[in-house]
């Protein structure tokens, strides 16, 4: 097969860059095009043959090959594909896993990195459905980020072949990832891309690999952290058990050291000065020289910051630490070193007596100490919002598109939002759907602050504020919300306020839960199995599986519909009364609760 000829491009683009990257982007779909899944992957995975070829060919199959491109705009980027026989209207969106990458390795901030991804259909020799896989960093002329072009086009890192898990789940996904490994290809990264629901593995190919690209992707659609933890984790080589174990006792100087560099604005301070020294970084948040630099040496091997001939700069991660950050987790940093970092020190009581350790710490429960602490009460707020990631894509359910489509067609629908802090997510929520009303229920001294924090938009013009206790559910509403509320509290009191939910919806009402679910495999890495621990310890509540949470509603008049995976672990649970009638959004969520079944 040939491929078309792209490098000859309109002579109002023909730079030397975009030449250089219309040649890498033909040879790409050339490949693509020419390969068959067998072939690649023996080719891929020298030494792979015979059954164990054909059980991979079986599991996954070539899906596309990537290549990062650097267009000065988006035209340019459209005529390159056009010329290379790709659709030139392709549709794109933000490539997380990539922009991320990227940050780290340059020591950029993320979000000033807008990097998209499109993927062009082709077809393989058999006809088969492929795609190249395009990530464009727009770099106009003169821009900051020609040197990451420059050195990107150099190295080709994110240049990749992909395989796609056909019908994946943690079974198949970790036999795939054992046999890349039994051939020799390292673990190189990989993430969840909340855009599309979708978990990446990257590999380092073996020192032997027959093909030009040096990266291979196995791409699973869903949510599947759990195994993906497992994946990042895996060192070449590996560790002994003494060094396993001693890394996992210094959790708590990287817990201090994070809050360190938030208490003395170190990410700020770099920030406004990349490349800065020691001693500059000293005197500009008040530290001694010498301290400052062990801790910024600590910082870099967490890779918080990286050093340079210059001086240091904000990774990715660093850069959330950062105040002025979009979605800063700068208040869990406080928040973690703080507050909740003394009471872990009680933790060994906890688990004797069941009685949580901050309240043994303090005499009282976390709730009473902080509304007695006015410091306290706003740096939880502010720590509650800085895991607002989790909310990206829940504007997008089924259950608020629908009312959202109601309100619109001239029947008014309602979001109320049921201890919802300063309005975070209900602010999400209305800015998605104009045609929707809100109502927040918080405690008075956190309306105060949701007024301010809603008050300028267009969002706060359309909520209602409402200070009670769950006591005060108001009924009328068509969509309830529950966010990271439930694990807060024994089962006892879940009930209790799972039956004021109840009592204040109507029969077509829904209910959406915001939770981490546990995993059904108890040895899985799971972000819902630390904040278990956690929630034990500082509040005397738990995280659920998706079965436990389900009895609690059918305790409490409720049935859960379904669960659909969110970001950063988080769920999205969808309940309704006992008594209400299946609907077209039931059938919709069950689909869904039978994919996240698989992946929790």
């Not at 023996?42 to 059954?51: A, I, M, N, Q, T």
């Not at 360190?260 to 000293?282: F, K, M, N, Q, Y």
Request: proline content about 6%.
């Amino acid at each position: 097969m040939h491929s078309e000829d792209c490098s000859t491009l309109p002579t109002t683009t023909a730079t030397p860059h975009l030449v250089d990257d219309a040649a890498r982007l033909s040879a790409t779909a050339a490949f693509v095009r020419e390969q068959d899944t067998s072939l690649v992957l023996s080719r891929v995975l020298p030494g792979l043959d015979g059954p164990e070829l054909r059980a991979l060919t079986d599991r996954c199959r070539f899906a596309h090959a990537a290549v990062l491109v650097f267009p000065p705009d988006e035209h340019a980027l459209r005529a390159q594909l056009a010329a290379c026989g790709l659709a030139p209207d392709t549709a794109d969106q933000p490539s997380v896993v990539v922009r991320d990458r990227l940050a780290g390795r340059h020591g950029r901030n993320p979000a000033d990195l807008d990097v998209r991804i499109l993927r062009p259909t082709v077809r393989g020799p058999y006809g088969e459905h492929r795609a190249v896989e395009v990530f464009a960093l727009t770099v106009p002329a003169g821009s900051a980020s020609a040197g990451i072009a420059a050195r990107e086009r150099r190295t080709d890192q994110e240049a990749h072949l992909a395989f796609e898990v056909v019908r994946p789940d943690q079974l198949v996904l970790r036999g795939l990832l054992a046999s890349f490994a039994r051939y020799g290809a390292a673990p190189d990264g990989g993430g969840y891309n909340p855009h599309e629901n979708g978990t990446v593995f990257y590999f380092s190919a073996p020192a032997g690999t027959k093909t030009d690209y040096r990266r291979v992707e196995l791409y699973a659609g869903g949510d599947h952290r759990d195994v993906l933890a497992e994946h990042l984790d895996r060192q070449p080589g590996g560790a002994t058990p003494a060094e396993s174990l001693l890394r996992l006792l210094t959790g708590a100087w990287t817990t201090q050291a994070l809050a360190a560099c938030a208490e003395l604005r170190l990410p700020e301070a770099i920030g406004r000065r990349p490349g800065s020294g020691v001693a500059e970084l000293a005197r500009e948040v008040g530290a001694d020289p010498r301290s400052l630099a062990t801790l910024l040496r600590y910082l870099a091997m967490l890779d918080v910051v990286s050093e340079g001939p210059g001086g240091y700069r904000l990774t990715g991660v660093g850069a959330l630490l950062d105040a002025e950050a979009p979605c800063s987790m700068r208040p869990l940093a406080l928040m973690y070193g703080g507050p909740f970092y003394g009471s872990f020190a009680h933790l060994t009581h906890t688990v004797r007596t069941g009685q949580p350790g901050f309240e043994y710490l303090h005499g009282e429960n976390h709730f009473d100490h902080f509304a007695r602490h006015p410091e306290l009460s706003t740096l939880f707020d502010q720590s509650m919002a800085s895991s607002a990631a989790m909310f990206d894509s829940l504007p997008g359910h089924p259950v608020l598109v629908a009312a959202a489509v109601a309100a619109a067609s001239g029947r008014p629908r309602t979001v109320v939002d049921i201890a919802g802090g300063t309005g975070e997510l209900l602010e999400r929520v209305l800015t998605a759907h104009p045609a929707l009303h809100g109502v927040l229920l918080e405690r008075p001294q956190v309306l105060a602050a949701a007024r301010i924090r809603l008050g300028g938009g267009a969002a706060g013009a359309r909520c209602d504020y409402r200070a009670g206790d769950f006591t005060d559910v108001p009924a009328g509403g068509d969509v309830y919300l529950l966010s990271r509320v439930l694990h807060d509290w024994d089962d006892d009191r879940c009930r209790s306020i799972l039956r004021y939910c109840a009592e204040a919806m109507s029969p077509h009402a829904d209910l959406l839960i915001v939770e981490r679910l546990l995993p059904a495999d108890a040895a899985a890495p799971s972000l819902a199995t630390a904040w278990d621990l956690h929630m034990m310890c500082n509040t005397g509540g738990a995280e659920r599986t998706a079965d436990h949470y389900a009895r609690l509603l059918g305790d409490c008049g409720l049935r859960l519909v379904g669960h659909t995976p969110l970001p950063l672990g988080a769920h999205a649970l969808h309940a309704r009364r006992q008594s209400t009638a299946a609907t077209a959004d039931d059938v919709t969520d069950a689909a869904d609760a039978t994919d996240a079944a698989d992946v929790t």
